[in-house]
C-alpha cells in the first residue's frame, strides 16, 4: 500500500481524511466495502481513517469490521446499544473524526466511492468547504420509490426556511470547520443534510449516479419515506403551522360568505335544504382541525424531546478509539 511505503515523516505532513460508515446489518458488504474503499484511498496522497458505525446490527457485521480492525489500525469500530437511526451514526461518526475532511459513504456501497476523488478535488482546488453528492440516476430502486423520493427532496427544499439542495443525499464531504459548527448544535430531532446546508460556508454539489445495491437488503420500507419527509420539514421549518394560519382565515371567510348567503336566501323565501352539506362541511372542518392539532403536536412533541437533554447515542462498544474521545 503507498501509506506503507512512505517515511513516518513525510506521512506526518499528509493531510488526514476521515472516512464515516454508517452501517446496519451489512455483513454481506463489508469485504466488498474494504476492497473498492482502499483501492480508492491507497492510491490517494492522503492519510485516511475509517470510522464504521454499526447500529446495532443482528448479524455478523460487528464481527467482520472488528476483525478489520485488527489487520489495519485505520479501521474504527463503534456499536451502539440499539439502532439510534442513521442520523445519529453520521453525529456519532462526525464528532470521532480526526480528519482534517470527513467524508460519510452508506456501507451498502450504492453511493460508489470513484466519487470521492471528485469530493477531495473540490475541497482543494476549489476551496469548498461542503462538497455533496447529487444523484442524477437510481438504479435498482422501483420507479415509485424513486419518485416518491423525487417528490419528498422537492417538498423538503419548498418548506426550508435555508436552502437544501435536491437530490442531494448524505454522501459529501465536510471541512473540519465544519465539523466544528456542527459540533456546537446540540439538537436531538436532527436532519443532518438540513443542519449542514442551514451552517452556510461554500457549499458545492456534485453529480453522480446512484449504483444499485449487490448485496444485502435495504432496512428503509415504505413509509420510512413519508416519515423522512415529515422529520426534515418540521425540523427546519414552521411554514407547516403557517399554512394552517391561513387555511383557517380562509375558511372563516367561506363560513362568513355562507352565512350571508344562507342570510339571502332566507330573506327571499328559498332556504337551501343543505343537511347533506353543513354533515361534509363539519367532517371537512372537523379534519382539518384534527390535522392541524396533529402538526402543532409534533412540534410540541419536539420540543419536549429537547428539553429533555437525553444523550443523542449510547455506545454499547469501540475498538481503535480512547475511551475519553
Known amino acids: 500500500m503507498l501509506s506503507n511505503v512512505l517515511s513516518p515523516h513525510i506521512q506526518s505532513l499528509r493531510e488526514l481524511i476521515t472516512i464515516v460508515i454508517p452501517a446496519r446489518n451489512e455483513s454481506a458488504n463489508i469485504a466488498r466495502l474494504e476492497q473498492e ?3 480508492i484511498t491507497d492510491i490517494l496522497p492522503y492519510d485516511f481513517e475509517f470510522i464504521v458505525i454499526d447500529n446495532a446490527s443482528t448479524d455478523a457485521t460487528g464481527t467482520m469490521v472488528k476483525a478489520l480492525c485488527v489487520r489495519d489500525p485505520r479501521w474504527k469500530y463503534i456499536r451502539f446499544s440499539r439502532n439510534f437511526s ?8 462526525y464528532h470521532f473524526a480526526k480528519g482534517d475532511a470527513i467524508i460519510v ?10 466519487v470521492i476523488p471528485r469530493f477531495i478535488e473540490q475541497w482543494k482546488a476549489g476551496g469548498y468547504d461542503v462538497v455533496y453528492g447529487v444523484r442524477t440516476v437510481r438504479t435498482g430502486d422501483p420507479q415509485w420509490r424513486n419518485f416518491l423520493v423525487k417528490i419528498a427532496y422537492r417538498l423538503i427544499a419548498a418548506m426550508a426556511d435555508v436552502r437544501i439542495p435536491t437530490d442531494a443525499g448524505d454522501f459529501r464531504l ?19 443534510r438540513g443542519l449542514i ?9 456534485i453529480p453522480y449516479e446512484r449504483q444499485a445495491r449487490k448485496a444485502g437488503k435495504s432496512s428503509a420500507p415504505f413509509w420510512s419515506i413519508f416519515f423522512f419527509t415529515f422529520n426534515a420539514i418540521t425540523s427546519f421549518s414552521l411554514k407547516p403551522l403557517r399554512i394552517f394560519t391561513f387555511i383557517g382565515f380562509g375558511i372563516i371567510g367561506l363560513a362568513m360568505l355562507g352565512i350571508l348567503l344562507y342570510i339571502s336566501l332566507y330573506v327571499i323565501g328559498y332556504p337551501p335544504p343543505g343537511i ?21 403536536g409534533e412540534y410540541i412533541g419536539r420540543s419536549y424531546s429537547e428539553v429533555k437533554h437525553r444523550p443523542l447515542y449510547v455506545i454499547e462498544e469501540q475498538v481503535g478509539l480512547s475511551v475519553l474521545e
Open 37 to 39: 474503499l482502499l483501492a
Open 86 to 93: 442513521v442520523e445519529m451514526s453520521m453525529t456519532a461518526g
Open 105 to 114: 459513504l452508506y456501507s451498502d456501497l450504492q453511493d460508489p466511492p470513484n
Open 174 to 192: 465536510i471541512t473540519r470547520r465544519v465539523r466544528d459548527a456542527l459540533e456546537k448544535v446540540g439538537e436531538y430531532n436532527r436532519y443532518m
Open 197 to 205: 446546508a442551514w451552517l452556510g460556508f461554500k457549499q458545492i454539489g
Open 276 to 296: 347533506t352539506t353543513l354533515i361534509v362541511l363539519s367532517f371537512l372542518g372537523i379534519g382539518l382541525n384534527s390535522l392541524g392539532i396533529g402538526i402543532l
